[in-house]
């Protein structure tokens, strides 16, 4: 079956960032996203790294207006139920198994699977994904990487992920295989836990127009 581009693409291309959170509390979640969208950054992948994951992500899908919610770090098919549930719009994987890409077969909610070899980029492919994320993007060779990958390997095109700055965004925004990155610098853990809204919304702001 595999992906539904127009789904994943639609996520892909609302900003040019796409920010990776870790919220530890539920009820933080509604004014960071809020802070987030008024900054121009509507899609928002909140990790399954904390116990309050399913609860966050059901408190954006349910109160903020304008945020296309997303549940990252899902590993099984147990978690994508959950997030699907819990209201997520899509689903971000750091690799991809047989068996998560068969429950998202099952979903009309898109998974962006990760890739960081050519060969784990072809197996995906192969199932007819073309939207992928590039993870760990510069533990994996950043930038000049996955640039060599866009002759051999076309029509996948990438959401780099891990270690992406605002400095480094540029580079991989330039890259024509590349659709968005992902990057935790503008709502880190402790912006969120200090309710620094106001500096999150600047930040997503001056993310906004990165590859402009």
């Given at each position: 079956?595999g992906q539904d581009i127009s789904k994943i693409e639609a996520v892909m291309t ?145 959401c780099p992920t891990g270690g992406v700055s605002l400095e480094k965004a540029p ?42």
């Amino acid at each position: 079956m595999g992906q539904d581009i127009s789904k994943i693409e639609a996520v892909m291309t609302a900003a040019p960032v796409i920010p990776v959170l870790v919220v530890e509390d539920p009820k933080k979640a509604v004014p960071m996203a809020e802070a987030l969208v008024r900054g121009g950054l509507p899609a928002i992948e909140i990790t399954l790294r904390t116990p309050h994951a399913l609860e966050a992500i059901a408190a954006v899908n349910e109160n903020v207006e304008g945020a296309i919610v997303g549940a990252g770090t899902v590993l099984t098919p147990q978690q994508y139920d959950a997030v699907v549930s819990a209201g997520a719009r899509f689903v971000v994987s750091p690799g991809a198994t047989d068996t998560l890409l068969d429950a998202a077969d099952e979903h009309g909610v898109p998974l962006l699977p990760g890739a960081a070899t050519a060969s784990e980029v072809m197996k995906l492919l192969e199932r007819g994904y073309e939207r992928l994320k590039f993870f760990p993007a510069e533990q994996a060779g950043g930038s000049p990487y996955l640039k060599s990958l866009s002759s051999p390997l076309a029509t996948a095109k990438f959401c780099p992920t891990g270690g992406v700055s605002l400095e480094k965004a540029p580079d991989y925004l330039k890259l024509p295989n590349v659709l968005c990155v992902g990057g935790s610098w503008i709502a880190d853990a402790k912006a969120i836990a200090s309710e620094d809204w106001g500096g999150i919304e600047e930040r997503a702001r001056a993310a906004s127009q990165l590859g402009k």
